[in-house]
């Protein structure tokens, strides 16, 4: 499983559950009793079909869930399917997606929905046909199979007290922050912020998130209102990101106005211009997940249901730091750069 060694020491802990999903597949312990080899490595799941959807094709973060997708679909030679909307917020399209994968038969679905709540009936409608779901980065109200994603109000307390950090160093530990949001009524979000006021709350008591600005996940939209906000906020001293096109948003912004000096800016996710923005310093800091592995540990996971066995009911992989003195460290590299796919 060399191809897995790209985990940063952050996520490392993770790496033990691919090698049982992924390292025993020839094997009962992983996909069950009735499990026999059937060459390659591949044991009794080879074939089976496994649909994945993601949140968005449009999305550097989502094309690197796919590629993990597609890299254990080809490890345990399964038959994968890789779908998506264009954007986050189409979740009607995420609700005929999955209606489609119930009416080609899939046997399995890996799901990072794009609501805690709108999917709800066309998974409860896939489970009650047999077939299972794992639903990756947002949780779902309904039963699934099991919950592969980031422990979001932990790594929102890890941005919080970052923030803090930096706040401190410029003597603005009072200060008022942007909360650039990507959309609203995703839970993830909503725990990202929790977890923020939370860890800012520990040493700088005084800070405060002023306003949330909603983009749509329109990066234009983002660049404005962040730039309305430096305007309109006179001492604003910070930005959280929520996402990564909050991230991009929130560092063109401040890199056009030159901002820099005097805004501390934390966000979420690692796209090419957000860990641009961090060597170039309009972004001072990034929470890293590892879409990656979520899309790798959902196929995994869900060829273990399909064979009867059971995968872990929660799984969190953690999300790191990284600031200017890491983003161009050997050790960060594959995790900061994945390897992507559109499907």
Not at 102 to 130: F, H, W, Y
Not at 294 to 305: D, H, K, R, T
Request: a negative charge; glycine letters at 12%; aromatic letters at 4%.
């Amino acid at each position: 499983m060399a191809r897995i060694r790209f985990v940063s020491s952050g996520v490392a802990a993770a790496i033990a559950v691919v090698a049982v999903g992924a390292g025993l597949v020839g094997g009962k312990a992983a996909f069950g009793p009735a499990a026999e080899g059937t060459g390659s490595g591949t044991s009794g799941v080879a074939g089976t079909r496994i649909d994945v959807i993601t949140k968005a094709t449009d999305s550097e973060f989502w094309q690197s869930m796919l590629a993990g997708s597609e890299r254990a679909g080809a490890d345990l030679g399964v038959e994968l399917g890789l779908f998506g909307p264009t954007s986050e917020t189409d979740i009607d399209q995420q609700v005929s997606l999955v209606e489609n994968s119930i009416a080609r038969g899939a046997k399995a679905i890996v799901l990072a929905s794009n609501s805690s709540t709108a999917l709800n009936g066309a998974v409860d409608r896939a489970r009650q046909q047999g077939i299972k779901v794992i639903t990756v980065d947002n949780s779902i109200t309904t039963a699934s199979e099991g919950f592969i994603g980031t422990d979001n109000v932990k790594a929102g307390q890890q941005a919080g007290q970052r923030m803090c950090e930096l706040l401190t160093a410029q003597g603005k530990a009072a200060g008022k922050i942007l909360h650039e949001s990507s959309t609203s009524g995703q839970q993830v979000l909503a725990d990202r912020l929790t977890g923020f006021r939370a860890g800012l709350a520990e040493k700088c008591p005084q800070a405060a998130v002023v306003q949330t600005a909603v983009n749509d996940n329109d990066l234009n939209k983002a660049v404005g209102q962040v730039n309305d906000a430096i305007t309109g906020i006179p001492d604003l001293a910070g930005i959280f990101a929520d996402n990564n096109t909050s991230g991009t948003g929130a560092a063109r912004a401040v890199a056009e106005r030159g901002a820099a000096d005097r805004l501390a800016v934390v966000a979420f996710d690692s796209d090419p211009a957000e860990v641009e923005g961090v060597r170039t310093g309009s972004i001072d800091a990034i929470l890293v997940q590892n879409p990656f592995f979520f899309g790798y540990q959902g196929v995994v996971e869900a060829a273990m249901s399909v064979a009867g066995s059971t995968p872990p009911v929660d799984l969190d992989p953690g999300a790191v730091v990284i600031d200017k003195s890491d983003v161009d460290k050997p050790e960060y590299a594959q995790l900061l750069d994945p390897p992507k796919t559109k499907g």
